[in-house]
């Protein structure tokens, strides 16, 4: 089967293609929020009858929290490898709504000075991607009536919300998911240009934890300078989690944090990475990280510890002058190498514990746990990708580091004993996680154009 | 004039005086929240009105902010001396709404272990004191045709909100506002039993920031490491705000912080305060300020720092791995002596700034600034009124310090050159602030009774 005739189709197809997007864009499906549990469900039921549209096989298989999406469909010849692909429907919260410049979920093409864009949340991060991946299926199917591979359509709807139903169902499923390897597509363009195979991802470690202090909320007046305030403690306490150069002081944290090795260093620095352009984009200049470390191990082989939300107290216009009863604070660790995200659970616990002061006490709760993950690139698809996808962007694909955490792929390995290999079309500035979040048509276009290539090379 | 048949009539009469206290009540005048400033305004009306129905010539008076109240009524001798009563019918927000047992705006009696209380925000402060003073005139001028001094009657509305109006307001009414001496009953028994004069206050400085680092909302796995953490740098900072000895670490802070004089200390000592039962009531048992301070020199005469709100990243439900754009505090710094809140405002934000990093600015909002208070006790009604009050409490009424901020007594002082005598019957567990507050039907009724005798051995 030639591959002109499908790139051809995906460009006369890339508007009914951009619309098809758009309905899956404008379901809130954000899988955090129990408020948005019937959003969830709803784009799992329209990816089921999307791909029934293009011949899959497909069910929603319901867990305890959102529903998976598994589907088959044949192809290729009987030596042809059988592909899993993996990607997931749900979406970030999108507070401070009052910085989206529209809705989140009325997705619009704008035009901007870097290109067209769709703006909307889950437009990169995932629906845009995984989209990207069907309709190179689509356009091979409606093209040459078949796929050069059998192909198994897997869209979990907790990725945003650290997947609980995950493992068992991977468990639970295990002959029905066999493959020969998986494929994710929730990764980004080296530099949002140069097309990249990633070898290594993060894990990720997250803690929420509130500490009490008084029984009720006090005034600072009667009470100031006699009672404990929580806030003043859970400061002094996170204040502490990173040293002056910036290593975190939680003991034990850097067990199993490896050095790079040589090749990889050399890689790495052929990469010319322009820290600079990167932190630029999002007003900053300097890295951040560990002192001794380059920006680019800081975000791809360092871990990291980030209070990601904080609150306690009078929050509200104006002035309280209130000594809160509580005081809260979301944390979560970024992990690499062999790091035990349960020790440094324990780890963590118990160092915070160890600096309460009389009077204070903290409850934890977990928020997911992976370990980082590294890919084995000998799998000849990894070399069969780079090769094509140059031609698509005109740059060499290359193989680089994530500072994202997809445990999936992890998962993967551990439980289905399959390898993975992630490519992504998403750029720096897509603003996932963030207001205004989009996706550039041309990471859709060309990232369709690329699936179709890669399918090609691996498939027969 | 005789005194026991006021008395009487504030028995008789403490019926239909709970209810026109319930009708103020009912009124949401929070001041620092600008969505209440009608309900703000309908108290002040609702104060012309009720002073009006005792015979007081008294009007409202505009402000850039909420609106003063000012009325004069005559009464005693020629040379019967001229008070000026202070009070504010303003109250605190009423967060975090869901620890009140009812609505705070609803005021009820209460049969409580402790006896019957009248609950509501504002129950104690500040409109169940100020109208412990309105309803013994009203029985002094019900059972004598006139009050036993001349009196005019101030009531502010932005006192919960740092006072911006007060001091152009008292400076352009200089002459209409002269008096021989105030009286403000916005103040508590000893330990909730011993009537007290208050002879110290300590002053308030106010200072809103928030820390910005990066232009937009970030995800954490793309720029976790490479990018600064606004809430790791404010908490890193508010974490060094006091020393593990409890001392504040400002530079300068502690100038003009005097020790506590032979005679005071000995004053004190004699109180025999109970901070066992202080702190137990709220369920903390260790004084948390400076290691080398009584629990009563922590709340009266040292200086303290408090972080009153804290808010950035991720609030919500679940997690979010955002690396936030802003960080967010409100901290609040009680004074005492001669520390000048101007300078140390000056200091603290020279001491937040020293310590920022690269790439991240802050900006900072002043809320309001008053020096510690030191009250003339040599005025003769310090001693009238000591003398007066052990009849109606059943203890002697004692001097005592209190670590709220109550800057209108500065004012009078330094703008009317008038002196201030604070008394009143707030309770420890009155929980002003807080959700639930109340005041104690004792409180009203021999607060009432209190003022009766007070005007009765002042006036003639």
Redesign the interface.
Known sequence: MTLDPVLSRIDSDLEAATDRLFDLLRIPSI????AYAADCDRAADWLVKDLQSIGVEVGKRPTPGHPMVLGHIDGGDADAPHLLFYGHYDV??V??LD?WDRDPFDPALEDTAGGTVIRARGSSDDKGQLMTFIEACRAWIAEHGRLPCKITFFFEGEE???SPSLIPFLEEHKELMQADLALICDT?LFESRVPAIITQL?G?L?E?LVLK?????????????????P??V?????????DDQGRIQVPGFYDGVPELSPELAKQWKALEFD?AT??GD????????EQDRS?LE??WS?P?A???????????????????AE??A?V?F?LVGHQDPHAIRENFRAWVQAQL???VTVEFTG??ASKAGLMNTTHPAFEQSRAVLGAEWGHDAVFAG????IPVAGHFKSILEMDTMLVGWAK?DD??????EKYDLESFRKGIRSWARVLDAVGS
């Open positions: 899988s955090t929020d129990p970030q919260p507070d401070p910085l945003e919300s650290g980004g993060r990720l997250g929420e202090g008084p029984d009720k909320d006090l005034h600072s007046g009667m009470y100031g300078g006699a009672s404990i305030n806030i003043r859970l400061t002094r306490i996170l204040g502490n989690l990173h820290h990167f932190l999002v007003g900053l200049n300097t890295p951040a990280g920006a800081m975000i360092r990291t980030e209070i990601n939300g904080i609150w306690g107290g009078y929050t509200g216009d104006g002035f309280k002058t209130v000594l809160p005081a809260h979301k979560s970024r002061p009389a009077d928020h997911g994530c500072g994202g955490s720096d603003q996932i996680h963030s207001p205004n």
